[in-house]
């Protein structure tokens, strides 16, 4: 079955990096677009952008350019979130997710990674 | 590109009819059929619920339908159960080739 697993929770220092992975399973990887979200605590989903997983061209979304990094191992099904200069308004669960497409179906995500708490404090 | 507008709560009562709206733009909602909807309860992944505008995943309940008219995107949630309380967000396609959700909607079941 399809899986998205990410990597462990993380706690950081104000201005440091923070490289979190997504390792996909179930199902041919480079065929499908794998995108990243952000949710800081108590608040809603927000769309930070995709790599395109044959590629590697990566798209952001408006505000999630800069300091963020998408990046692909291919050769381990595995896509990488890379966030620099990290502040305390980074701190959130950053989810990866599979989006699915086809020409009957349209896109969708329907698989989520489990999440992976970064939590940015000194 | 704006988070898509949706009411930050509704209400209902079991057995009765809720409605969630999701408002856009042409360059987002208004100019794809590719909108989707996630039920997120608390401490939990996203569940797709509707994708296409108006599809339903299998395994999810009939009760859930959705709509769009020009700008607006809609969930309907008919036969409320208690199960169903929970976060509802919308999702878009948009122009810039990127995806947008709304705020989230916080269903609260009486």
């Known amino acids: 079955q399809v899986q998205l697993v990410q990597s462990g929770s993380e706690l950081k220092n104000p201005g440091a990096s923070v490289k979190i992975s997504c390792k996909a399973s179930?199902?041919?990887?480079?065929?499908?677009?794998l995108h990243w979200v952000r949710q800081a605590p108590g608040q809603g989903l927000e769309y930070m952008g995709w790599i395109h997983t044959n590629t590697g061209d990566p798209t952001f979304a408006p505000g999630f350019t800069g300091r963020f990094v998408f990046s692909l191992d291919t050769s381990v099904s595995t896509t990488y979130l890379q966030i620099s200069s990290l502040t305390a308004e980074d701190t959130a669960i950053y989810y990866c997710a599979r989006m699915y497409y086809s020409d009957t179906t349209g896109y969708m995500i329907d698989h989520w990674g489990q999440g992976t708490l970064v939590t940015v404090s000194s | 590109q704006s988070a898509l507008t949706q009411p930050a709560s509704v209400s209902g009562s079991p057995g009765q009819s809720i409605t969630i709206s999701c408002s856009g733009t042409?360059?987002?909602?208004?100019?794809?059929?590719?909108i989707s909807w996630y039920q997120q309860h608390p401490g939990k992944v996203p569940k797709l619920m509707i994708y296409s505008v108006n599809s339903r995943p299998s395994g999810v309940s009939n009760r859930f339908s959705g709509s769009k008219s020009g700008n607006t995107a809609s969930l309907t949630i008919s036969g409320l159960q208690a199960e169903d309380e929970a976060d509802y967000y919308c999702?878009?396609?948009?122009?810039?080739?990127?995806?947008?959700f709304g705020g989230g909607t916080k269903v609260t079941v009486l």
């Open positions: 179930g199902y041919s990887f480079t065929t499908l677009s």
């Open positions: 999702c878009s396609y948009t122009t810039i080739s990127t995806w947008v």
């Open positions: 042409s360059s987002d909602i208004g100019g794809y059929k590719y």
